[in-house]
């Protein structure tokens, strides 16, 4: 299965612009699940009342759930920034998803900025088991400034 992670170009944009910061490592930073039915844009969605198709099954609870963990690196030499945290799980779950949406969680979905998501490349089930969403190791995004 191909994974693959992306962030969204206006969590950049606003970075630079004036926009909401965001603390890795001190916000709440959440992840949500969607289905196949989603369409991620990295052009035009900016915060998480853009994202449509969030999953709903036994053992999850709209809004995704809390990252735990969170780091920030950077290392010197390869000048790679590596966003990380522990392992996301969902205990004795029922669900099907396609999609993992990260993103900053203010409470308002209006005001919570988009960081990034996950394509799972294929559906991903779980049935009345944990649904685990094991990070790359080499981190959830990683960035090379160049």
Request: with cysteine; hydrophobic share 40%; glycine share 8%.
């Amino acid at each position: 299965m191909a994974v693959t992670s992306k962030i969204f170009g206006k969590f950049i944009l606003n970075r630079f612009n004036g926009g909401s910061a965001v603390d890795w490592t001190s916000d709440t930073i959440k992840v949500a699940l969607c289905t196949s039915s989603f369409t991620p844009d990295q052009d035009t969605m900016d915060f998480f009342d853009d994202v449509t198709n969030e999953i709903t099954g036994t053992g999850y609870t709209a809004g995704g759930a809390t990252i735990a963990s969170p780091t920030a690196t950077y290392t010197a030499g390869t000048n790679v920034i590596k966003l990380d945290a522990a392992d996301t799980s969902w205990a004795t779950s029922t669900l099907t998803a396609r999609y993992a949406v990260v993103y900053k969680s203010t409470g308002t979905a209006s005001t919570s900025p988009l960081i990034g998501y996950v394509d799972f490349g294929t559906n991903v089930s779980s049935s009345a088991s944990t649904f685990l969403i094991t990070w790359d190791a080499a981190g959830i995004f990683t960035m090379t400034p160049a």
